[in-house]
C-alpha cells in the first residue's frame, strides 16, 4: 500500500540554519503531496502542498518540490526561527476518497 | 468559519467502560475523516465519511469502534470496551467534496484519550 517514510529527528538547530527534512514515499499513480505542522499544544496545520510532477509548494519561507523521479518531496527553509519550532509531517493522498497517509513526524528544535 | 472543533479534548477512563468522542466540522464540509495518533507516530486514517454515508474503514477499526454522522452534521466515534491500547489522540479532519480542486482537511485540536 501507499507510504511515506521521513527522516527521524529530533532535528536540533540554531536560529538562521538552513533546514532540510527529508520524505520519500511510494504510491500507485501520482499523488497530492502536503507539508503539515503540529506546534506544541496546536492541533495539524497544512504548511504546503503540491500536486504534480515538478510543482513547487511554499509557505512562511518553507518550500518543497515534488521530485516523481526520486519519488520525494523534502522540505527546505534557509533560515529557521525559533518559532518554527515544532513537529512536520509529511503526507500523501491516497485512494479516492483521499485519506491522508502520513509519515512518523520530524520534531524540529531551533535554537537562539 | 469557527473551524472543526471536538469533544471533549482530554478523557481518562478506566479499562473496559465505553467512551464516545464528537466532532462538529466546518459547516459546509460534507466530508468527514476520523484519525488516530499514537505517541511519537503521524496519524493514521481510521474512517471517512461523506455526508450522512461512512464509505471507508480502515482495518484499524476493530467490532469496539463504530462511527455516525447523522444529518450528515457532526459525527461521533464510540469505542466499548476500551482497552489500555486504544489510548492516544483522535483527530477528526473535514473538507469539501467536489470535481476538481484540491481538497484541504482542516484538522481539529484533537479528542486524546487515556485508558487506565
Known amino acids: 500500500g501507499d507510504s511515506v517514510t521521513q527522516m527521524e529527528g529530533p532535528v536540533t538547530l540554531s536560529e538562521e540554519a538552513f533546514l532540510t527534512i527529508n520524505c520519500t514515499y511510494t504510491?500507485?499513480?501520482?499523488?497530492?503531496l502536503f507539508w503539515y505542522v503540529q506546534y506544541p499544544g496546536e492541533g495539524l496545520q497544512l504548511l504546503l502542498k503540491?500536486?504534480?510532477?515538478?510543482d513547487k509548494g511554499s509557505n512562511k519561507g518553507f518550500e518543497a518540490t515534488y521530485r516523481k523521479e526520486t519519488t520525494s518531496f523534502h522540505l527546505e527553509k534557509g533560515s529557521v526561527q525559533v518559532s518554527d519550532s515544532a513537529v512536520y509531517f509529511c503526507?500523501?493522498?491516497?485512494?479516492?476518497?483521499?485519506?491522508?497517509?502520513f509519515g512518523a513526524g520530524t520534531r524540529l528544535a531551533v535554537h537562539p | 468559519d469557527t473551524g472543526v472543533s471536538q469533544n471533549p479534548r482530554h478523557k481518562i477512563t478506566k479499562r473496559g467502560q465505553n467512551v464516545t468522542f464528537r466532532c462538529d466540522p466546518i459547516s459546509e464540509h460534507n466530508r468527514l475523516y476520523w484519525y488516530r495518533q499514537t505517541l511519537g507516530q503521524g496519524p493514521e486514517f481510521l474512517t471517512y465519511f461523506q455526508n450522512e454515508a461512512q464509505l471507508e474503514k480502515s482495518r484499524l477499526l476493530s467490532d469496539r469502534f463504530s462511527a455516525e454522522r447523522p444529518k450528515g452534521s457532526f459525527s461521533t466515534l464510540e469505542i466499548q470496551r476500551t482497552e489500555q491500547g486504544d489510548s492516544a489522540m483522535y483527530l477528526c479532519?473535514?473538507?469539501?467534496?467536489?470535481?476538481?480542486?484540491?481538497?484541504?482537511?482542516?484538522f481539529g485540536p484533537g479528542t486524546r484519550l487515556t485508558v487506565t
Open positions: 503540491a500536486t504534480k510532477a515538478d
Open positions: 503526507a500523501l493522498y491516497s485512494g479516492g476518497y483521499n485519506k491522508l497517509i
Open positions: 479532519a473535514s473538507s469539501l467534496g467536489g470535481l476538481g480542486g484540491l481538497l484541504e482537511q482542516y
Open positions: 504510491a500507485t499513480g501520482y499523488p497530492s
